[in-house]
């Protein structure tokens, strides 16, 4: 199993080692592509639309294509995040609106609709879900089908200030959580995602797009008739 993770910190604090031992459960060790984040990719989107029209178009492309080439390679995506003032960190949110242009209403890829994802997050205090939430919706824009979540409150300010009770349960929940995404072999696309999909596609007919080459890129794909992206 290939895993690319992307880390909404630089350093290596609780959440970073609570998704590198799902990693490890998951028997993929020596499989796994990181990035750190503003590290490997230190922007703010400035709102210029170029990338509406090719994705070469973006002032940070070459940066950003490093990370989007390992998504597009992985059979797993794990997001993690901190929880900042109950929302993901604000490196994090930069990459979500660089990739933008890759949610269902603009120009989704295909392999997204294959994928298995997990977030996670975690917090001193409270809070942690709602880190969460903001990359999970993200993800299902993308069109992942699959999405696992794990939030909790470690009580400390680092991994060293844990409690050896709150690791233990830690790893009892990550060793479940391990096992669910074992289990899926294949990916199935839920009734909402087909649906949005539907929707997204009506959209790009009746030419409400942000651009005509959005439209043709739809076109193109064969997802303005009857094919859609998880049965390709």
């Known amino acids: 199993m290939k895993i690319t993770m992307i880390h909404g910190q630089n350093h290596k604090g609780s959440t970073y080692h609570v998704s590198r ?7 993929a060790a020596d499989e796994i592509t990181e990035f750190f984040l503003p590290g490997d990719l230190n922007h703010f989107c400035v709102g210029c639309y170029a990338c509406i029209e090719a994705d070469e ?4 492309y070459t940066e950003k294509k490093v990370i989007l080439d390992a998504v597009e390679m992985a059979d797993l995506l794990i997001f993690t995040t901190p929880n900042y003032c109950l929302m993901p960190s604000a490196p994090m949110k930069a990459f979500i609106d660089l990739t933008y242009t890759y949610w269902m209403s603009h120009r989704p890829r295909a392999y ?8 996670i997050s975690t917090t001193a205090g409270a809070g ?11 993800l299902f824009y993308w069109g992942v089908p699959y999405i696992k979540s794990y939030g909790i409150s470690v ?7 844990v409690s050896e009770k709150k690791r233990a349960k830690i790893n009892k929940d990550i060793s479940a959580l391990a096992k669910k995404i074992s289990r ?4 199935r696309v839920g009734i909402k995602t087909r649906f949005i999909f539907w929707m997204m596609s009506n959209m790009q007919k009746a030419g409400w797009s942000s651009s005509p080459t959005e439209t043709e890129y739809w076109r193109a794909n064969g997802w303005l008739d009857k094919k859609r992206p998880w049965n390709q």
């Open 112 to 119: 997204m609709f294959h994928k298995k994802a997990a977030v």
């Open 128 to 138: 942690a879900g709602q880190a969460i939430k903001g990359i999970t919706r993200t």
């Open 184 to 187: 899926v072999k294949k990916t």
């Open 21 to 27: 031992l799902l990693a490890e459960k998951l028997g």
């Open 155 to 161: 009580q400390a300010m680092n991994w060293q200030g």
């Open 57 to 60: 178009a973006c002032p940070f």
